[in-house]
């Protein structure tokens, strides 16, 4: 016979005790694997952490700050869960119902998750202050005058956003209607043959083209004035991977160029900002290839370094000041342009033109591109007067 008490199943004999026994190992144990596979999944997926060399132990930690973090909000969506079991099975299904269609109203209006949550989260908030503003009337207490002030209020401004037709826009003085030119293709490429190298530290770990099979080595740059953020946990995390610290980073760079004498105009090309372990210089070979036939020297300049790492920086932040430093950089790969171009025995002697230099950027490159034209005629740091400049 089987007792029950306090929840607890009893057995008065040890024999009927082994099924209840069974069943809440059997409960137990999926739970068990339940949370020890969510683990691993999150900790496979910071995967370019331990992949990239910096240590296993920073992937668990960031895996089971998420995991914890998944536990509390699940506890929350749990407790809802039971408030909304207690009511009554018509509010249920009316507001379930209403949800749904309220959700694929606005995604369909506002195509975005983030917008469609905000309204719809907006729309709840505003519908349950209304509703229980209104169940006790007249509304005596203060709470639920509250909720019928917000109730009324917040309808009163999502009316007003719906039936709001948006800014009128007009175009601008002089604006012309595109017109097709009869103009080849600049997608074309050029009369020049296209040569490429690269040049860089000579000591990159990651990327052989600026380690151990680097064309042309260059000197490495303190930029530790003008960045924080790369000390610590997450600034050793980030040497470690690169081999490298804020006071010593390298030149690197991926250079196309034409074959023949010039002098040719000089274009260095920046990337933007993503994760650090996803290098993304190469992928302007496409432009600067098609330059190059034409008379151009590209040099794709490398910043994946001053990029997000991602994992324990989403915690405990990243670099700051890192815009500065992209900015000085590409100064200081312009100064070496100018170097080669006066050597009279280097790969570029009296190849570039000088008077036509260009800096093209994209996303964080481009407000890059900005800066250093802002800093280039400074005699020093705008921020920082002991970084004395000199470019000019």
Sequence with gaps: ???????????????????VL???????????????????????????????GIGWWINALVALILWGASVALGSLVVQLLVQFGR??????????????????????????????????LAVTVVSIALGAGLGSTPPRSRAAKIALAI?????????????????????????????????ESPALGGPFEVRAMTYGSGNDRRRPEYGSEVDLRTASVDISGMVEGWNGLVGWSRSAYWGFGPTDVPLNARVWYPDGPGPFPLVLVVHGNHLMFNCS?????????????????????????????????VFMGGLRGDNNA?????????????EWNDEPD??????????????????????????????????????????PFDFG
Aim: charged letters at 15%; hydrophobic letters at 50%.
């Design 281 to 313: 210089d190469i992928g302007y070979e496409y432009l600067a290839d098609t330059l190059a036939s034409r008379g151009y020297i590209v040099a794709s300049v490398d910043q994946n370094f001053l990029n997000g790492s991602g994992g324990l920086e």
């Design 346 to 387: 280097g790969l570029f002697p009296g190849m570039v033109d000088t008077d036509r230099i260009a800096l093209v950027g994209h996303s964080r490159g481009g407000e890059a591109v900005a800066t250093a034209a802002a800093f280039n005629p400074l005699p020093a740091h705008p921020g920082d007067a002991s970084i």
């Design 22 to 52: 069974r069943e809440r190992a059997w409960h137990i144990s999926a739970f068990i694997f339940l949370a020890l596979g969510t683990f691993l999944y999150l900790f496979i997926l910071m995967g370019p952490i331990p992949r990239h």
């Design 87 to 120: 009511l009554p099975w018509r509010a249920r299904w009316l507001a379930v119902a209403t949800l749904i269609f309220l959700g694929v109203a606005l995604w369909r209006a506002l195509a975005s998750p983030v917008n469609v949550l905000g309204v719809l």
């Design 1 to 19: 016979m089987v007792l029950a008490k306090r929840g607890k199943a009893t057995s008065s004999r040890g024999g009927e005790r082994l099924p």
């Design 151 to 183: 109730g009324v209020l917040g309808l009163t401004g999502l009316l007003a956003w719906g039936i709001w037709p948006g800014p009128t826009r007009t175009a601008p003085p002089g604006w012309a209607s595109p017109v097709d030119l009869d103009l």
């Design 326 to 338: 992209r900015a000085y950089l590409l100064l200081k790969h312009l100064a070496l342009w100018h």
